[in-house]
């Protein structure tokens, strides 16, 4: 088995990004097939934490290759910015250990300048972005206006592509919304040294290089952003990212066929997190939800905004794996349930009265929801320091396998702790 897929199977901010690093002493390469830096994907390798955006998650292995893929939206100054603080502590980051796809879709300025503008204006229908700029980006993409990754290194031609995408832009933040309009000229000499820095790391053809690796027999390793229950076209819309998140992203925006994409690991929190607007069916507006943020650290690694926290649901985590063929499921950050006497999992909801056992495609229907919680007894043991299956509580041993059972799909890793080590593997990722 040579390419594995790590997803979201929540509502994102799962730990993909620890899983990722763990996952990547096993693999060759790593590749971020799609989202932005609207993701926050957060390591902790011997106590000390390293929050990535845009760079795949496997960085902090020097012997693999980190790949960021054509479905990505780059922004380049935060790319660069990336670069920057990583090699500050000492990463080499060399071209053969990050490379970029040309086909990639750039971000800049006015991206951000329209998506901050939009939400302001929505006032109480905001969305929850986060500002970056992802959504209006993927829609240049769509309306065939984006810069691409090989226009910043076409010097003749990069101010004419900029002045063409941004003159709809100034019109909407002008007349629209009564904001700065943005000069070409001043986002071209703004990104400058950015293009120097990302220059060193360009790849003509991810589609080619993944290729050759798995006819190489290297194991490939592919990073989503974002989770499931915020897919463009199968989450709960409005409320969601502006891309697809689903596994099957991953072999389009690679340029690989998908019966190569074998192994869906799908990550979940022992609990359900959402951060900002949408429907959120076990959704804890008491003290216990107050009180798995406190202990979770609940705030997001991107804008730092505090996550919504609820009961682990169930019916949802079963669409999950129906849309993406998840076959393998990690289970995340069981620790921080320890203080808790009891633990509620939602195993169906209410809807007019009558029971359903799937998650409603009808974000309306989302919303008016009610959970059906069953409760299982707390085991009120720190997890943090155990380091085999056989260590833990008898009491969080039972609720794992009661998870497993409803889902009827095996939970092969479990996190017990932030860090790359507290890491307990029941089935290894790879078959040698």
């Known amino acids: 088995m040579s390419a594995v897929v790590v997803i979201g199977a929540q509502w994102g901010d799962e730990g993909k990004g620890k899983l990722v690093d763990v996952f990547a002493s096993h693999a060759d390469t790593v590749v971020r097939f799609q989202g932005g830096s609207n993701a926050g994907h957060t390591l902790v390798v011997n106590g000390q934490k390293t929050v990535l955006h845009l760079i795949p998650s496997g960085i902090l292995h020097s012997d693999k290759t980190c790949v960021i893929a054509s479905g990505v939206v780059i922004d380049v ?55 970056k700029g992802i959504g ?41 919304y009564d904001a700065p309009e943005l000069s070409a000229k001043e986002v071209l000499e703004q990104i400058k040294p950015a293009i120097e820095v990302l220059r060193e790391y360009r790849l003509t053809d991810v ?31 409005p409320f969601v990212t502006s891309s697809s998140t689903l596994a099957g992203s991953g072999s389009i925006s690679a340029g690989l066929g998908p019966h190569h994409l074998s192994k869906i690991v799908g990550v979940f929190k022992a609990y359900c997190t959402r951060v900002g607007s949408g429907p959120f069916p076990s959704e804890l507006k008491d003290e216990i939800g107050a009180q798995i943020q406190k202990e979770g650290h609940e705030f997001g690694s991107t804008t730092g905004r505090a ?14 794996i129906r849309l993406n063929g998840i076959n393998s499921l990690a289970m995340m950050k069981l620790d921080v349930l320890s203080s808790l006497d009891k633990v509620g999992v939602v195993t169906a909801y209410k809807l007019n ?5 799937e998650f409603p495609t009808s974000t309306e229907l989302v919303g008016q929801l009610e959970p059906v919680v069953e409760f299982i007894p707390g085991w009120k043991e720190d997890l943090t320091k155990v380091k085999t299956l056989g260590d833990l509580p008898v009491k969080a041993t039972a609720y794992i396998n009661f998870v497993q059972k409803q889902l009827g799909t095996p939970i092969d890793i479990i996190s017990v702790g932030p860090d790359r080590e507290q890491t307990l593997w029941v089935k290894p990722l790879y078959k040698d």
């Open 353 to 357: 009265g009558e029971i359903i056992n």
């Open 307 to 320: 996550r919504r926290c609820g009961w682990l649901d169930l019916v949802a985590l079963k669409y999950a």
């Open 207 to 237: 589609s080619l290089f993944v290729s050759q690796k798995l006819k190489n027999n290297k194991k490939l390793l592919f990073e989503g952003a974002q989770g499931t229950l915020l897919d463009i076209n199968h989450g709960t819309y």
């Open 77 to 131: 100054l935060g790319l660069a910015e990336e670069i920057r603080k990583l090699k500050l502590t000492g990463l080499p980051l060399t071209a053969s250990q990050l490379l970029i796809a040309d086909n990639a879709t750039v971000l800049l300025p006015y991206h951000k300048a329209l998506d901050q503008a939009r939400e302001k204006a929505l006032s109480e229908g905001k969305i929850g972005t986060t500002g």
């Open 136 to 176: 209006p980006a993927y829609e240049d993409r769509a309306s065939r206006r984006a810069l691409i990754m090989s226009d910043l290194f076409d010097s003749n031609n990069l101010l004419e592509k900029i002045e063409f995408a941004i003159k709809e832009k100034n019109v909407l933040l002008k007349n629209l």
